[in-house]
């Protein structure tokens, strides 16, 4: 049997959202996410952290910069009892100042690449995995992806598309993923 996955956006979701977070002195935690993390451990789910970050493409930090904020925030998960089995990002951006992102890329939400990544190297089941994001892009990647559960974390009161669930909270989160 394959295993059940919650893959997560990373800015709005994990972090808050202050815009092109590339450095641990801009990064905090949402409140509330080490309880909803460790409840979504303990009842099974995989975690993995799935993200678009065009700061690099856009020159507004490196990839070395990422690479040390990712390396921060998974040990500080880890000191809270979190382990992330996988993170993924992806740089590119069609609109990037630096040539080497600077390109259309299937890993960028909405497409569905990073999705099936994590579904393969984590050998999850789609159908009872989970996606918890904070933008369309993201649902849109996760239905593409043929995610079973597309949770759009939001306080908007707009209509969500077909098959996506909005939560305004990780216990909303939490619940909708029974």
Same mark, same amino acid.
């Given at each position: ?25 801009? /990064? ?5 996410? /080490?309880?909803?993390?460790? $409840? =979504?451990?303990?009842?099974? /789910?995989?975690? !993995? *952290? ?6 690099? $493409? ?5 990839? !070395?910069?990422?690479? =040390?904020?990712?390396? #921060?925030?998974?040990?500080?998960? $880890?000191?809270?009892?979190?382990? *992330?089995?996988?993170?993924? !990002? ?16 299937? #890993? ?9 990544? =994590? ?8 159908a009872r995995s989970v996606f918890l994001g904070d933008q369309l892009r993201d649902m849109e990647a996760a239905q593409a992806g043929g995610v079973g559960k597309c949770l759009w ?14 939560v305004n909270n990780y216990d909303q989160a939490l619940q909708a993923m029974s």
């Amino acid at each position: 049997m394959q295993r059940r996955g919650l893959l997560l956006d990373r800015d709005g979701v994990i972090n808050v959202d202050h815009g092109y977070v590339g450095k641990q002195e801009q /990064f905090s935690f949402l409140p509330g996410l /080490f309880s909803f993390l460790r $409840a =979504a451990r303990d009842r099974g /789910f995989y975690l !993995a *952290i799935l993200t678009n970050q065009s700061g690099v $493409a856009r020159g507004l930090y490196s990839e !070395a910069d990422y690479n =040390a904020l990712t390396k #921060w925030m998974l040990r500080q998960l $880890a000191k809270e009892g979190i382990q *992330i089995d996988l993170t993924l !990002a992806c740089f590119e951006h069609t609109e990037g100042s630096i040539d080497t992102y600077r390109r259309e890329s299937y #890993w960028r939400k909405p497409s569905p690449g990073m999705v099936l990544e =994590a579904i393969q190297k984590l050998q999850l089941d789609p159908a009872r995995s989970v996606f918890l994001g904070d933008q369309l892009r993201d649902m849109e990647a996760a239905q593409a992806g043929g995610v079973g559960k597309c949770l759009w974390l939001t306080e908007k009161p707009e209509q969500p598309p077909k098959g996506i669930m909005i939560v305004n909270n990780y216990d909303q989160a939490l619940q909708a993923m029974s």
